[in-house]
């Protein structure tokens, strides 16, 4: 009975929708129910197929994009994660950014920790940016651009604890009710106080989240703790004897939301083997570590192999983009990471879409930030990233690629993250 109903579907798909009285008459009910059935069950299918050929972990979708510029900001060692916020409100500065690493030297000489975060501002996405270089004698903030790098002064660096003397970096800030709430990475010496590789260390370091709040997004205060951290990594050994990583934690690189009023936010983490996005809410206290409850964590992550992710949303739709290892991309080494995105319908449960290739003349494009705007009825989806050089691990520019996203294509988005 089923092959002579396939049968039939090869033969009727044109006309079944429509069938005559006679035609009707020729196959019982059962028969004709089933017929209509199997053909829509076909049509979801050849749909499917479809839409899971269109996106995909392993699709690339470079030409989807356009390059903005040239350079935003340049002339530094090494900084990336260009976080952009737009403020109509400020008609003079609309656009706000926070970005960090290393300005002029390896570690900044100078300041508390190695990595710092820096403030900037633009009056247009393509700048010029300009950077935070302290302040006036009369308290008010000086900028200067990347041609004063020098001059460039710190809003987040090293700071007292074993969770965060070393490493601040990885800004993701909203503004809620007048308020910046800043979440960003930090790297300690561990329990024991000793960083990593010096004699009698014990536990390596610690990577966690911590958060910070501000009235203006210069002078920024401290969570007292992490507000995210993976406890079994305090004090414990890494995997290898001498090693850095620990087996399981490394909580960092966040992506800070809020929505419906309440805090979300995007890590990624280690498990073993692979860096894997992470989920947890807070529906009061951001500062307050205990308020923050973790929904996709070890054992059940948000999406495999996906290290720093930042998300966005588009309508009902949640796209995250992170620079994850391809195995099956020819380059070797730094090459191998790729920019990719993926889309949820819930934050929770994801599926990618595709990746862009690295801009000529650099081996790798990394640490993904994204902003949306609207236009008409279309999205634009303007996206920052560092640029690593040749045979080393500095990235030397921050650049912008835009995406125009139609109605089109958001729906099919929407359908491809619905499917199972």
């Known amino acids: 009975m089923k092959g002579f109903l396939y049968f039939l579907i090869i033969v ?31 049509q979801t299918n050849l749909g499917t197929k479809k839409i899971n050929s269109e996106f ?38 609309p656009y706000k950014g926070w970005f960090f690493g290393w300005v002029k030297d390896q570690c900044n000489p100078g300041y508390e920790g190695c990595d710092a975060i820096y403030a900037a501002k633009s009056k247009s996405l393509t700048g010029p940016w300009l950077i935070y270089s302290g302040d006036k004698n009369d308290g ?38 007048d308020i910046y709430y800043m979440a960003y990475s930090a790297t300690g010496f561990n329990k024991d106080g000793i960083p990593y590789g010096q004699p009698n260390d014990n536990d390596s ?53 809020v929505e419906d009023n309440k805090f979300k936010l995007w890590i990624d983490a280690y498990e073993k ?16 570590s ?8 070890m054992g059940n992550s948000a999406l495999i192999n996906f290290p720093n992710p930042d998300i966005i949303k588009v ?32 934050g929770l449960d994801w599926k990618s879409v595709g990746y862009m290739d690295t801009d000529a003349g650099w081996q790798g494009i990394f640490v993904p930030e994204a902003l949306v705007a609207k236009d008409g009825d279309k999205y634009v989806i303007n996206l920052t990233y560092g640029t ?30 619905y499917i199972k």
């Open 315 to 346: 309508e009902d739709l949640y796209l995250a983009f992170g620079d994850p290892v391809h195995a099956e991309a020819p380059e070797e080494g730094w090459g191998k990471r790729k920019i990719t995105w993926a889309v949820s319908l819930n």
């Open 388 to 417: 690593m050089i040749k045979d080393h691990f500095h990235q030397d520019s921050i650049r912008m690629k835009r995406w125009i996203l139609g109605q089109d294509e958001l729906e099919e988005l929407k359908k491809y993250a």
């Open 12 to 42: 009727f798909l044109s006309s079944c929708n429509n069938l005559s009285i006679e035609q009707s008459n020729k196959y019982s009910e059962i028969e004709l129910t089933e017929l209509t059935e199997l053909k829509q069950s076909m």
């Open 56 to 93: 995909g972990f392993t699709i690339n979708k470079t030409n989807e994009w356009k390059q903005v510029g040239d350079k935003l900001i340049t002339n530094f060692q090494n900084m990336y994660n260009l976080h952009i916020n737009y403020e109509p409100e400020d008609s003079d500065y």
């Open 273 to 288: 083997n692979s860096f894997n996005m992470l989920y947890a809410e807070n529906n009061s206290n951001f500062m307050a």
């Open 290 to 297: 205990d308020n923050w409850k973790i929904l996709r964590g």
């Open 140 to 177: 008010s903030p000086k900028w200067t651009t990347h041609e004063s790098i020098e001059k460039w002064v710190p809003v987040i660096a090293g700071g007292p604890t074993n969770y965060d003397n070393w490493h601040n970096g990885d800004p993701s800030v909203v503004k809620y009710k």
């Open 205 to 257: 370091d610690i990577s966690v989240v911590m958060g910070a709040i501000s009235n203006d997004g210069l002078n920024w205060t401290k969570s007292d703790k992490p507000i995210l951290i993976y406890k079994p990594q305090w004090g414990q050994p890494p995997m290898k004897k001498d090693g850095y990583m620990h087996e399981f934690g490394s909580y960092h690189r966040p992506s800070l939301m």
